[in-house]
């Protein structure tokens, strides 16, 4: 098992100091994988990202090792799991800040969080007329759950605009917010922008109304450090997959008396106190949001993650940040390339048009470099719309990318262009 | 010739960046949308049936190379077609497109002759992901021939 | 990658020939492992079921080797990712005999699978008055969903009694039923009893009456040849997990005309066709039901679990029953000894209680001689009342288990009840 | 002796067979139920307080050995304890059945004096998922020692 390096910076350090991410690369056995013949260039981490080999190690031991159910068995392996499965709830809450364990739900994605928080809260709090404001940037994940309880409910979904930069609009927000609004849902980073929400501000807004603010958190942890408590939301929602995970899992974490008054969404085994033909009265949180066996290896794997993250040097996401950057201005002296979105301090990503060519089509002509990127509506039709587009190219970045990756890029979206002749 | 140029032929270009019969039909017997969920782009398709033969054809619409050349060839070639014609020709583009093109050397030398110029798609085939492109207007067209087919005018379908 | 030993019965070769398991416990990495010093005899495969080596292997190589997110990305890995993911949903299909595979969802599990089926088809069709009708032998999994939407609703739950040995009062139902029934939900096979439910006669019964037949597979696919068709049932659900398969990804198979006519469930990324802020229109089934990113890895997984057991010799699961019959033969002949379930035909496992010593105790005095059972309600108190007990003890076996496990277990008993003096 | 002979050591098998204060308290200032999710087993526990005191304490249930024979012996030494050293008693208790026992040997001695008969318990340690067992009873003792405290009568609570 490799374990990422951990270089103390030395004390007085300059905080731009380079750091290598060869020193990470190893660490990622699908980037020794080629594509048409040439080494990948992996730009597609917002979709999903690589796995270190300690997490792909973790999910593999308890399919070897500790294989059971958890919190059902009287059996070694079962409590073995159960106990293993529990510590990365408590990890989960010091990641997100030091919260109780129980603030934190498993679920089967960031998808499947808002869709509880939106049938088991929204379901319960939301009366005709009233409002749930997301923004024009939300990921679909982040607005349609809120349309079906909107339709269910009788309520209604607005958007709070963003400006031509990409931020949310927040002055929109303090002049159309009102005791109608309920629930005030957007996302911590923008999966198309690399937008930084100021949540903070949208909390305190929000629940000067009353309103409770949910949080689609899923490319807000790869790139941030996230403190629930300083954000001052009141759900957070990720994937694992999304901060080099497994897929299968998610976490919804929220405030514990709110999950005390929730009413359960999912019905099955082990959320249960006790269960008659007719009528069954249910568990505490965070087990009455946990129906079904739960995706148990790939718990295992986040606490991996947690592990693989906590030891990784933090100067791997400067450098991170410096290869955003360097990518952006790769392109943006490409004649006919367009960026978009230019929120100050956007993290993460970059997102562009060339001019003539369509997506697709520039898509391909990286893949055939060996560049993969997202070429598409990135699950944001109403964002594309807002931005005069039915698709965009994403580059997204991981700490493991390099200065070498944004030059492919660049001569990737050079190349398209010489084949369409533009 | 590397993948990409084996995949953008200079035919496809040129189509992409003229597309042919790239307009509304003034009557037509038959209208379908096509719409690739992947990235949204949505093509109209009409046609006009007499008889059992398509006797004019047009689109319209936004999308990639692959997609837009795809239409417009397709116009080119269909037009004058039988309706059975072009779903044989569909089958064997198709077929093409997915790698599944018939290896006895005469079934090939065949297809090709049936295919004509749509063989400027056998690129396709290395890059599967965009074979919904290359089949979107088609798909449209199939649509547009089966809702003519049953004698309503066009408007008074959705 | 080792693969299951694949012996042609030689022609007229007797039914119950000898197969030895031993030709398939090192496809098993768990069976390596041992409990407080001993061997582990892992008789809790109804709870999950442990994994061969190639199932293990193929998650792996997702993690390795084609980590990208499915149906999305224009690059390689994605476009593998995807194919991947479409030729198991196909190969499910087959699995279930046959089946086009747009009937196939994937979800997160068993309990997943049937709450879809409760929120979508549930919802929708049922009134005030109507009734859902289980068996009183369900999981809380095929229970509390229909408790939910009926609460919703305003339909009743009702359940079909079971007889003394354990079997579905098909009687009941037949004078029972009525047109208010809408949804007849009833397990394959009972976790507790081993039951197999004549599923036919069930959902015969059921469309007479312009009701639906839900099945809960969960305990179905691993030891039956499931055929959907020929069980005449409208949705089964399974779980990966209890079939040799990864945790976090479930089944469900529906009609394609019921699948086709029902709204979603979750909203997100994935099931939509097109999106605006105040509205969507969605995609059609499968993709309608599946939102947000799949568990992608799982997936794969599954797929290698069907070629394992289209691979496995099927005298494997005679092997399976006779060390099941061989269980209970040994169990039946320790005084105190009280087994639960007399159904023909009972598949899988010996639920059974000692005479005054709790279920607990003797899952503990097992676990300390290595094996591995489940003590508890398992997840079916109606059961559990309608046996007047609280808790009972579950071995449950698998084709690995061997006769020697079965032995170990009868004496881990004998060693209870000589701790406990009885 | 065996890790099992450990667990269920003579004086936890004699309690759980012959339970000590098994019956409801006919006036009691505290009561609380415990329920073990696990197994669905449930316990009440009533106590009668005074004055800080725990002059009095039963119990009724269902449940595995380790349940009712903890249940049992807590009743036996608890009576007599002020509601403090209760407490401290239960968090000694349950640093024991967890395996968070104090290392350094003074303390060790002390705790073992504290605890007296309940050190019984020390086996379960070893299987840590009984260890909610063990403590079921205690849970609701605590419980039930609060609603107490507060001075209303048992029956005016739910
Ligand atoms: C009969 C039956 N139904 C449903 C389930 C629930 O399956 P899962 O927990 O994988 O969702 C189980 C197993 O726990 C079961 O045995
Ligand atoms: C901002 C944002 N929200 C939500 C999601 C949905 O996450 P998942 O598909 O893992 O449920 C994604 C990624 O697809 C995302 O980028």
Redesign the interface.
Known sequence: MSSPSVVDPRPGAAPDQTWDPASIRGDF??LE?T??GRP?A?L?NA??A??PRS??DE??R????V???V?????????EA??RFETVRHQVGMFLGSRPADEVVFT?????A??LV?QSYGRAVLRPGDEVL?T?ME???N??????VAEQTGA????IPITGSGEVDLGWLERNRSDRTKIVAVCHVSNVLGTVVPVARVAALAHEMGAVCVVDGAQGVPHLRVDVGALGCDFYAF?A?KLFG????GVLWGRQPLFERMP?W???????????????SF?PPP?RFE????????VFGLGAVLDYLAALDRRAFEHEDRVVRYAEELLRAIPGVILHGAAPGRVGLVTFSVEG?????V??????GG???????H?A??L??RLGV??TVRASFAPYNTRREAEALAEGVE?AKR???Q | MSELDELYQSLILDHNRAPRNFRELPTSSGHAEGRNPLCGDTFNVWVQVKDGVVTDVSFLGQGCAISKASASMMTTIIKGKTVSEVRGLFDRFHQMVTGRAPTAEDEKKEARNALGCLSAFAGVSAFPIRVKCATLAWHALMKAVETAADGMPADARS
Chains 1, 3 share one sequence.
């Open positions: 056995p699908m994988r594509i048409r990948i992996y597609d979709a999903t690589l796995k997490v792909i999910v593999v308890y399919y070897q090792d294989t059971a159910n919190a059902r068995g009287v059996h070694t392996a079962s409590q159960t106990e089967s994605g960031t998808t499947g808002i869709n939106a997301v024009e990921h679909h994940s607005l349609v759950p809120w349309q079906l209604r979904v607005r958007a994937s997959h497994p897929t299968g899992l359960p999912q019905g099955g085994g082990g959320m249960i106190a006790r269960v008659e033909i007719e009528k069954s568990a087990a129906a079904g066996t739960p995706p148990i290896a790939e060519v369509h997506p697709h089509d898509g391909t002509a990286l893949d055939a560049v993969a990127v997202r070429a598409g509506h699950c039709q109403p594309m719309a039915t698709a190349q084949v369409f002749g």
